[in-house]
């Protein structure tokens, strides 16, 4: 390869994880010295805050790196060095890093293998023979349900899925919208034992996402173990048999099965919200929510109003101001957003040529991803106390900061038109909603001449459209919801009754709470994924928390096996004091300070979606229940 050629390669690079990479695959530490370490506190700067020579010097490393590189490879030189992995972590996070910390961040990389494989529960040991049809029973085949079903396969434990739809992939399978792609960097959505380098894009397409999931559960081989086409109605608690009893619908009727344990992977985001607007029922054209999209339609020369403009809305009207006559969109709040170059944008050719050529590299550039983007913004996000501004409108400097640059951004996307940019800029302080990616694209779409965006509200709908709060109708042929999901309403439509008959609607009366997220006193052996307070806002992956919970609820049986126990069930002050933790946290942080409506919040406003900690605090507490917080059955 020519000096020119090597440029190339470095300009398509990261070059901290291309130094981190090729010092793993070398063995060879001096590609990853002390006078490149990355302060943490200027990852956002332009090149990490590297100064010129830093950065000289770092290229010319690259360069050395490839050459040493080709030369073990031939044999000549030393090769990966895998002893390495620790200290090549501290370098490329430049933090003070203790050893669980240090842990976690090798389980994400999984350069040398997928580090999160459960150790065997011994066969029999649990649940005892005979006592249900199912040793545990997986409710969703989404990402989280598939990852459960996998990671208790490791551990020997057998289980059915349980899938209202016919196939795998959850929201995947379910939004097929116009535009709909992962708006979190997709090396980072990904499972961190099963890695994707060549994602074709940073943020690739719902199909691609759909496809990759179902290649997990087939390489996996669990898609033997769901049924698809059941929809479970409910789970009872038999108390004398230590199992739940699980009612299905199955399409040709009723079914009863039984299980010692039940994972709820039934996401947060599932069941679309139709909002209560007065004559709904009398629209006479089509009208649709963005998460049932309607492929049939041909829209040339039809009218379309769309209600909402969140992360989903935001996604595709792009796409249907190119097809439809007309757009009406009707904004209640408008989104923060976050600008992404990359947004819809090819991996660059570089970057998989290097991913090719470097061994490991994909994994040490995911790992970076993984990092800059967890702790990094969220700390913008949390209250500083001796902050003495308003806070309507940020929570700390560091959030001033971030309003003042994103108004920047909106002052520049929409400069040229007064009129939309009094409608976009947000009045509540950013990360008290969902900052929405964009590449330009939104300001394009609302510039459109058949685009208007409506703001003032909705007073009601008739039967040829929308009539706004200010009396004027506006005439539509088709409706489109992008208002999101009911997504305070945990593992609802399900009947979920537990011990001595308790409702868990009831005890939860509209807000949910889970020890850990994953575990309720009354409900023995129900764990649940993605369950409440375990949702990210701005850092990271939602997927680092499936892996999490998976892990805990394989770590929950192992506990019962090795105690001869039959159930677990979380102890009511451990479950209070948890949920008095999460609340405390969130108090402080801008989804709740801001009387932003968001849907972080249950009915009631206690924001009951939200993780408020650090990432690695999720990570510490799941490693192993404590037994004295539950009591064992
Ligand atoms: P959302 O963020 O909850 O947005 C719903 C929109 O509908 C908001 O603009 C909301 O206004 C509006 N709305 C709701 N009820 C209304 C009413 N009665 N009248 C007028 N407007 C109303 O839902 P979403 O866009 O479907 O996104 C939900 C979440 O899904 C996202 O935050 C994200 O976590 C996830 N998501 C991810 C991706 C991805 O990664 N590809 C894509 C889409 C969604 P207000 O803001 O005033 O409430």
């Not at 001096?30 to 302060?39: I, M, R, V």
């Not at 995947?172 to 979190?184: A, F, I, M, S």
């Not at 249907?320 to 990359?342: G, K, M, N, S, Y």
């Not at 459109?448 to 005439?475: C, F, Q, T, Y």
């Amino acid at each position: 390869m020519d000096q020119d050629q090597i440029e190339r390669l470095i300009g398509a690079s990261d070059l901290p994880s291309l130094l981190a990479a090729l010092a793993h695959a070398t063995g060879d530490p001096d590609l990853a010295p002390s006078d490149l370490w990355l302060d943490p506190a200027r990852a956002l700067e332009p090149e990490d805050g590297w100064d010129a020579d830093q950065l000289k010097r770092a290229r010319a490393l690259v360069s050395a790196g490839l050459a040493r590189l080709g030369a073990s490879e031939a044999g000549e030189d030393r090769g990966p060095d895998d002893s390495l992995v620790p200290s090549l972590i501290d370098w490329l996070t430049g933090a003070d890093l203790d050893d669980g910390y240090r842990r976690m961040l090798a389980e994400e990389l999984a350069v040398t293998g997928d580090l999160r494989i459960p150790e065997q529960i011994r066969s029999g040991e649990w649940p005892p023979r005979a006592a249900s049809d199912h040793p545990v029973a997986v409710i969703g085949a989404g990402m989280s349900g598939i990852l459960a079903a996998h990671r208790l396969k490791q551990a020997g434990v057998d289980c059915v899925v349980l899938d209202k739809n016919s196939d795998v992939g959850g929201t995947w399978l379910e939004n097929t919208y116009p535009g709909c792609r992962v708006d979190v960097f997709n090396h980072v959505y990904s499972y961190s034992g099963e890695q994707r380098p060549d994602w074709p894009e940073y943020h690739s397409s719902q199909p691609v996402l759909l496809d990759y999931f179902r290649g997990c559960a087939q390489r996996w081989g669990i898609r033997d173990r769901i049924r698809f086409g059941v929809r479970v109605e409910s789970l009872e608690w038999d108390g004398s048999a230590r199992r739940w009893v699980i009612r299905l619908e199955t399409g040709s009727g009723t079914e009863e099965i039984t299980a010692g344990a039940v994972v709820s992977a039934v996401g947060q985001l599932n069941r679309p919200l139709m909002p209560d607007i007065e004559g709904a029922g009398s629209f006479a054209g089509e009208q649709f929510h963005s998460s049932s999209w309607r492929h049939d339609i041909d829209w040339q020369r039809l009218r379309v109003a769309v209600i909402g403009t969140g992360a989903s809305a935001l996604q595709f009207i792009p796409h249907l101001v190119e097809l439809a006559d007309h757009v009406t969109v009707f904004q209640r709040t408008p989104p923060w957003l976050i600008p992404r170059p990359v947004y819809h944008e090819p991996l660059a050719e570089g970057l998989l040529r290097l991913f090719e050529l470097v061994p490991g590299y994909a994994h040490w550039f995911r790992l970076r991803l993984f990092w800059c983007t967890h702790e990094g913004t969220v700390g913008a996000l949390r209250r500083d106390p001796a902050w003495d501004g308003p806070l309507e409108r940020a929570v700390s400097p560091r959030n001033d900061e971030a309003r003042k640059l994103l108004t920047m951004y909106l002052e520049h996307q929409f400069g040229d038109r007064p009129d939309l940019l009094a409608k976009v800029v947000p009045d509540y302080p950013v990360g008290a909603k969902r900052v929405v990616l964009d590449n330009g694209i939104w300001a394009s779409t609302l510039k459109r001449p058949n685009v208007e965006l409506v703001s003032d509200g909705i007073a009601r709908i008739e039967p040829d459209g929308v009539r706004g709060s200010d009396g004027r109708l506006h005439s539509a042929d088709v409706i489109v919801y992008g208002t999101g999901f009911r997504a305070s309403e945990f593992l609802m439509p399900m009947r979920v009754t537990g011990r001595d008959g308790a409702d868990l609607h009831e005890t939860w009366n509209g807000d949910a709470r889970a020890y850990n997220g994953v575990c309720i006193p009354g409900f023995p052996n129900l764990f649940c994924l993605y369950g409440p307070n375990t949702n990210i806002v701005v850092n990271g992956s939602i997927i680092y928390f499936a892996e999490c919970a998976a892990h805990y609820v394989v770590e929950c049986l192992r506990l019962l096996a090795e105690r001869g126990a039959t159930a677990m069930d979380c102890r009511p002050d451990a479950y209070e004091r948890y949920a008095a933790r999460m609340d405390e946290h969130n108090s402080q942080m801008a989804w709740g300070i801001s009387p932003v409506n968001s849907w972080y919040k249950s009915a009631s406003g206690r924001v009951a979606q939200n993780w408020p900690l650090p990432l690695i605090d999720y990570w510490r507490q799941t490693r192993r229940p404590d037994p004295d917080d539950f009591e064992l059955l």
